[in-house]
């Protein structure tokens, strides 16, 4: 089973994670996060930073981890434009350097590194696509007020029954894609950047035919630095989604068009939290 290159192969997890000025968290988030992956996968890891040109200088710390680590690598993008496009590039890079597993985490903490863990095993054993999910039954969110909590939800609920999917979280940033998964996704024609980009995302998996499961997670609030969500970013992700739905469909990998009338009578299953 193993190579030569305890690096390279097709059961390789990337964990992608997109910084825009988070210099106060990157280092520790990369470190939290490697020690996580090292254990969950005898250190064949890679830690893929994509920073879009922050001011605070990220861009460099990211440089120096690279140069200090041979799992990090870094992507710098010139402009800012969302966790979408973001996203994209460092899937894009992770499938050209054979990566088996692409995972998404936010860079500040608010998901917990040591639950990437979970997801990737929620994968091996037999998922396509591992959601961490606030909102099954031992998943939750910390420190939000009930406004908060209730747009959030409330989102999710009105993605979730527009699509006509049984995905709870549908907005969440925190995933685990098989390397198929993303492969079935046409990225060209992805356009959305913020939740409505992990709508998308997870919405297309479903559609293509993939088991999607959902694992139990609890969010918290940042502590250091600054959230980049707007409710500009929020009000994409309300006209998007009907437009996922009934609007013109992206051509569908020839590979999983089969399954796709199978994919829309059984959409995801909530998956059973592996703590019990
Ligand atoms: N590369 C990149 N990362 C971004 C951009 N916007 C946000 N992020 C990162 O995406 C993650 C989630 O963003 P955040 O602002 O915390 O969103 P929130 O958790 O919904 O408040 C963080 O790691 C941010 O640094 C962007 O335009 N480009
Ligand atoms: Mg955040």
Redesign the pocket.
């Given at each position: 089973m193993s190579s030569a290159d305890p690096h390279a192969g097709r059961d390789v997890p990337w964990l992608i994670l997109?910084?825009?000025n988070?210099a106060e968290n990157i280092e520790a988030i990369v470190a939290a996060a490697g020690r996580a992956l090292g254990a969950a996968n005898d250190n064949a890891y890679k830690i893929l930073i994509?920073?879009?040109g922050s001011t605070d200088g990220t861009g460099e710390i990211a440089e120096r981890l690279s140069a200090e680590r041979e799992q990090v690598e870094v992507l710098h993008r010139t402009q800012?434009?969302?966790?979408g496009p973001?996203y994209l590039a460092g899937f894009r890079y992770a499938l050209d350097h054979g990566a088996g597993y692409a995972m998404e985490m936010?860079?500040?903490f608010?998901h917990d590194p040591a639950d990437l863990a979970r997801l990737l095993a929620a994968v091996r054993s037999g998922a396509d696509l591992a959601l961490g999910s606030r909102y099954v039954p031992g998943g939750g969110v910390v420190d939000w007020g009930l406004l908060r909590r209730f747009i959030s939800e409330g989102g999710s609920t009105y993605a979730r029954w527009v699509l006509g999917v049984r995905v709870r979280d549908l907005t969440g940033?925190f995933k685990c894609f098989k390397r198929d998964v993303l492969e079935a996704i046409h990225f060209d024609s992805v356009r959305s950047q913020g939740y409505a980009f992990q709508v998308e995302l997870t919405y297309r998996a479903v559609r293509a035919g993939f088991k999607v499961v959902e694992v139990p997670i609890v969010f918290k609030d940042?502590e250091l630095g600054q959230?980049?969500?707007s409710w500009r970013i929020a009000a994409e992700a309300m006209w998007l989604v009907p437009r996922l739905r009934f609007g013109r469909q992206p051509p569908a990998a020839p590979l999983r068009a089969a399954t796709q009338s199978e994919a829309h009578a059984a959409p995801a299953e909530p998956h059973t939290s592996p703590r019990g």
């Open positions: 997109p910084t825009y988070e994509v920073d879009d800012k434009n969302g966790i973001a936010d860079s500040d608010s940033g940042r959230s980049k969500m």
